[in-house]
């Protein structure tokens, strides 16, 4: 890939034009976001709000202008539009209803958290795992835009995925029997994503609509904190069959955990439970017991709000170290106590979920 360069990626896409304005796509300032990672290039074009399936032609000439650069395996556009102006909206015109994404998949289940640093995408990835050694076909989509995960938790974070055809598919990463997608597969570790809201969106579709996952039994979303965009976007466009709750026991991180939970039953999708993280600390020199950030409050907070509760993981160097090293738990340490707790919640979210064949499918919203 010697000699690629962001003024060549530009040039090329130079020669693309908008048929609604009959000028190239970089002179009217539609390109953003433009990232190289070793062979593979991704980028966003602005389009106005509601043509997206006007400007869909436009994404693909895009993505094959780039893909023809010499040293280019894989190239991944995304389309954006802002919002536009309720009040330049018609007042009895109907919302288009979005595209259904990830049908093929039985059952989508959402790992979410109130707020960042309660351990959310360690226990994303543990569980996937637990369902892969249950003999079930998953899939791991990282659907944190912002602070992707799962590349380095699984290992694979100087894999790339394989770009087919005419480089505008791609194929999901295999990493221990799991199928993995994620935007840090794309962009550099180091490398801040730098896009708008918008944007976000429109590469989050992308990543579920272009990746050939297959026809799955389990996928695990592993979402950002919060309750954003992103949140919204997942419950609209997929047929989520439920999703978990990840809190630490501190009153602090519960507050948030209860707007995450909230925040699901608002828009209709079951919430399947919570599981409490770092629970407490076992000593391995001396084995005392100690509650660093308190105990048995995410348990108290389901009975409180009627959901049920999952299990409760003890806070262990173990966990951390094997996924610091790419190594999670529940593949490297199989019998230890944390692996057999993440096994157990999985056990209890499938018999909730069933085969998938009549799990609940996620809510049909319309955004005004």
């Known amino acids: ?151 380095r938790l699984l290992g694979v974070s100087t894999v790339q995925p394989r770009a087919i055809g005419d480089g505008t598919q791609l194929l999901p990463v295999e990493a221990y029997g799991l199928k993995v997608m994620s935007i840090g597969f794309l962009i550099p570790e180091d490398d801040p994503v730098v896009w708008r809201g918008p944007m976000v969106m429109g590469a989050l579709e992308q990543l579920m609509r272009d990746v050939l996952w297959g026809p799955l039994d389990v996928m695990i979303v592993d979402m950002p904190p919060g309750t954003g965009d992103t949140q919204l976007t997942m419950t609209q466009r997929v047929p989520l069959s439920g999703a978990v709750i990840v809190s630490t026991p501190q009153d602090i991180a519960l507050i948030d955990a209860r707007k995450g939970l909230n925040m699901f039953r608002a828009v209709h999708v079951p919430v399947l439970g919570i599981i409490e993280n770092m629970s407490i600390f076992h000593c391995p020199q001396c084995g005392h017991e100690t509650p660093i950030f308190g105990h048995g409050g995410a348990e108290a907070e389901a009975a409180r709000l009627g959901v049920d509760f999952l299990g409760a993981l003890p806070l262990d160097i173990a966990i951390r170290t094997t996924s610091d090293d790419g190594l999670p738990i529940v593949l490297s340490k199989p019998d230890s106590p944390a692996a057999r707790i993440y096994k157990d919640i999985a056990a209890r979210l499938w018999a909730k979920t069933g085969s998938g064949d009549d799990s609940p499918q996620g809510p049909k919203i319309v955004m005004s």
């Open 1 to 151: 890939m010697t000699g690629l360069t962001e003024k060549n990626i530009v040039s090329a896409l130079g020669s693309i034009i908008d048929p609604t304005r009959g000028k190239d796509i970089v002179s009217l300032g539609m390109v953003s976001g433009v990232s190289i990672r070793d062979s593979h290039v991704s980028f966003a074009i602005e389009i106005a709000p509601g043509l997206g399936e006007t400007m869909e032609p436009v994404r693909l000439a895009a993505e094959k202008a780039v893909a023809a650069l010499p040293g280019v395996a894989g190239v991944s556009a995304v389309l954006f539009a802002e919002k536009p102006d309720p009040r330049q909206a018609h007042a009895h015109s109907q919302p288009e209803q979005p595209e259904r994404l990830l049908e093929s998949v039985k059952v989508i289940i959402a790992v979410a958290s109130g707020k960042g640093g309660v351990g959310k995408s360690t226990t994303a990835t543990n569980l996937a795992l637990a369902f892969r050694e249950m003999g079930l076909s998953v899939g791991m989509f990282d659907a944190d835009i912002y602070g992707p995960s799962q590349p």
